[in-house]
């Protein structure tokens, strides 16, 4: 049958209609919201490149996190700006690191709030790169001990779900055998699977003041104009141990997304990143697009390509997005 028998404007007729055959929904629980969390007490300092992110001092933060439960965002992402840095990143690793007290202060008063812990170097070294430098480039066997060690610290300190965002090969496994070999054979590894050597990180760099010193992340990171490579590195992170798998940006790599959701079994994680929010916020603040419809068109779109969960600092205007349509 085609037209005019078919017509396709049928089922869009009535509001009613449209809403019974929506295919994609987006849902508080599918979103997870990055934070960053600095040194002292009672401050609250603005993220310029991310207009309405801070970054939080631990007591600060547990408001934050109190106001996100209550809105119905219950996972948080966790970024630390450390007092001091040192050459391999071994401040992260410790049980008074920034995250682990920030972790233990959440898991204090929320006790049932989702804690996913980055795991990378590149915000706690001197030079900015994700792990340690030998001969100018990051070394990747040395950085998986840091990347160990810093899984334990913060599984100790209550994070329920370790993600490594750092892109070395082999830490995964590394990370796997460290957590079950000090009992944390329940705490998930949510991989950074494909990540990408992207402008989009521009503003997160300001946020977690985690820019590299010299060179770029090209050596680790992979390059933009690969898809068949990003299911090779899915493919390794799940033969070592991945429980989610993470494409990241999320905007410019939904054909990504896609491919990742046709080819594996798995939750699929897309981080739509700093760049791709503030972008938005900026058209906004010029008055050029609609806000909030555009935040909603572009997280359905993430889940619609196949990702099952969101990191997004769009997380907090998405929940009053959905409590205005249900009013
Ligand atoms: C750490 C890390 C980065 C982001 C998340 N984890 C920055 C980078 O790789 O340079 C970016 C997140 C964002 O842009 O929102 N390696």
Known sequence: MAFPETRLR????????????????????????????????????????????????VNLLVEECKSLWAMGIRSVLLFGIPESKDEHGHVACVADGIVQKAMRAIKAELPDMMLVADVCNCEYTTHGHCGTIVDGDVHNDLTLETLAKQSVSLAESGADVIAPSDMMDGRVAMIREALDDNGFYNIPIMAYSAKYASAFYGPFREAAESAPQFGNRATYQMDPANSNEALREIA??????????????????????????????????????????SMVKAAAANGWIDEDRIIKEILTSIKRAGADIIITYHAPQMAAILKKEQQ
């Not at 929904?25 to 401050?43: A, E, K, Q, R, Y």
């Not at 594996?264 to 990143?273: G, K």
């Open 10 to 57: 049928r089922l869009r007729k009535t509001e009613l209609l449209r809403d019974m055959i929506r295919e994609t929904h987006v849902s508080l629980d599918d979103l997870i919201m990055p934070l960053f969390v600095c040194p002292g007490t009672d401050v609250k300092i603005p993220i310029s490149s991310m207009p309405g992110n801070f970054q939080l001092s």
């Open 236 to 277: 390794e992170d799940l033969m070592e141990g991945a429980d989610f798998v993470m494409v990241k940006p999320a905007l410019s790599y939904l054909d990504v997304i896609r491919r990742a959701k046709d080819n594996y079994n798995i939750p699929i994680v897309a981080y739509n990143v700093s760049g791709e929010f």
